[in-house]
């Protein structure tokens, strides 16, 4: 959908006009009531579940989410996906045409942040007519959101998922961010950012910036679980290759990580996204405070962490519940003990998906005006 | 869940729920299954959170549309601040507690009263039980030695020691036996003893659990 009304920016910069792409999934009520909008981290998309005709491969990254008769179940409710601006999946961004120049933004695609993205989701419900959403539902960035618009926006939000999320990131994941920022900044073919211009893309740099990235969304465990010091290709007497190519499988796979994602990503899409989480910080205007960050929500609540997740911990979402609970808000906060770390929120594990269905059946009753039991 | 509902399902919550004032913020302190909390809040128009470390027992509460909390009570209730609760209730989860008097007086630093129920060891089938030389297992201790959540037995006079101990005023206490009140020899025909508690108020005002913490 195209926006003509220029947008303006928390930086102070605005865009002129831009697009955002979404898909959606179910059916709009009449009563407009049963819409839910699912945010993106920092690699998904607006393609959050099913596939697209003849492409078994093009499952949406929330696919075991969000579907008929899943836990958020498309069958009642009407999802929403949109791509986030500076996103490399359709929505505007800096690989698209800067009216200002005609050649591509490139690095003058301005800085935008969570709660601009949240702005301009509500144009788009605006435009689909949806007045309040039963929920807005976020992992990790997408929780970010999520939180935003229960702040930005408290009459329109009538329930809030916030998943492995946090309410601010930490000087160490600010540090994760910058290690690979600077991956991209400092390749060669980066040119400023201006890289579409020379034909070229800053592949390494963007596979650093993944590999590094990636190492914060496992845990310990499940690292040493799945690889351990397991060799890769190992000669018959199971000896160290003696090079800096690949001895360790861990190596290959984050190796393999890093291509894969270097051929699909936008490295100034990846620094874009990196200093939105860095910039998040609902409660920086309240020095500090996130009881009265979060004052005037209105919406319920579900919070949800995983124990092994050391990117956003659980002490991340229970600093959510405190500054919830000091504000006597509706919540539900639910600890998974689950070995994957930051990626859990995204994989199986019924006490997770148990949880969220129950709370979307919750939803549900209350839209349809169903009393509990 | 109206009343009626609630006393067929656990009759001693039906009782305990008389003492819950209406339209109060509740913690329900190991809230279980949440009946308690989703009855206070339809029949009595309370507000308030669950407290419950179960996978299984959150996903009941949550189904029944209660606010739940996941935390392990143990840790005591940091997440609360003073005096932020009109009750808190805390109803056969004391026994399971390693940190008895930590709990303890954290749930009366959240909460302006406290509702508290255990397992009465004193009841007299446990008594038979251990003179016939073996430990009790009944209603109430429905489980053997080697396996029991109950980690602290105590009688209705060990509790009243120690709510005092803690600076706590004794409000009302009860013992029931089938979710009915028993008013002779209770610690003795009484299977739950259950005790209604707040802060004991000194002459110039301030809470005494606040000064012996």
Known sequence: ?373 | MNFEDLSSLRPDLAFIAHWVPEAAHVLDVGCGDGAMLRYLQSGKRCSGYGIEIADDKLLESSRRGINVIQHDMEKGLALFGDNSFDTVLCLSSLQMMKHVEHLLRDIVRVGAEAIVSFPNFAYWPHRVALLKGRMPVSKTLPYQWYDTPNVRCATIYDFEELADECGLEVLERVALAEGKPVQFLPNLRGSLAVFRLRKKKLNGGHDASSLIT
């Open chain 1, 1 to 373: 959908m195209h926006f003509a009304e220029a947008l303006p920016l928390q930086s102070g910069a605005a865009l002129a006009d831009y697009t955002l792409v979404y898909e959606t999934y179910g059916t709009l009520n009449a009563e407009r009531s049963n819409a839910v909008l699912v945010c993106h981290a920092l690699n998904a998309s607006h393609h959050v579940a099913g596939m697209y005709e003849g492409d078994p491969k093009s499952a949406g990254w929330w696919d075991n989410m969000v579907g008929p008769g899943k836990a958020l179940d498309t069958d009642r409710f009407f999802v929403i996906g949109v791509n986030n601006l500076g996103s490399c999946f359709g929505s505007t961004g800096p690989m698209h045409l800067n009216p200002a120049t005609g050649q591509p933004y490139g690095a003058a695609f301005p800085v935008v942040t969570v709660e601009d993205w949240v702005a301009a989701q509500a144009r788009l419900a605006d435009a689909l007519g949806i007045e309040q959403f039963a929920a807005v539902m976020g992992g990790s960035l997408g929780g970010m959101q999520a939180l935003a618009w229960s702040i930005m926006f408290p009459a329109r939000v009538r329930h809030c998922v916030v998943i492995a999320s946090t309410p601010r990131l930490s000087a160490q994941n600010i540090a994760f961010n910058d290690v690979a920022r600077q991956a991209i900044l400092s390749d060669p073919d980066f040119h400023c950012g201006d890289f579409y211009a020379h034909g070229v893309v800053p592949r390494n740099g963007l596979r650093v910036a993944r590999m590094v990235g990636h190492i914060t969304y496992l845990s310990d465990d499940d690292m040493a679980e799945k690889f351990g010091r397991k060799l890769r290709n190992a000669s018959a007497n199971q000896d160290y290759k003696f090079d800096f190519g690949i001895d360790f499988e861990i190596e290959s796979y984050l190796r393999y990580q890093g291509d894969k994602f270097s051929e699909y990503f936008d490295a100034n899409t990846y620094l874009l996204i990196t200093k939105a989480l860095d910039y998040f910080d609902p409660a920086r205007a309240f020095e500090g405070d996130l009881t009265r960050a979060l004052a005037n929500t209105q919406a319920a609540f579900c919070v949800v962490s995983f124990t092994t997740d050391w990117r956003f911990s659980p002490e991340c979402s229970r600093e959510i519940v405190q500054a919830l609970v000091c504000n006597r808000r509706r919540v539900t906060y639910a600890e998974i003990d689950a070995p994957h770390g930051h990626d859990a929120f995204l994989l199986e594990d019924a006490r997770y998906m148990n949880l969220v269905r129950a709370y979307f059946g919750r939803i549900w009753d209350e839209t349809t005006g169903k009393e509990q039991a």
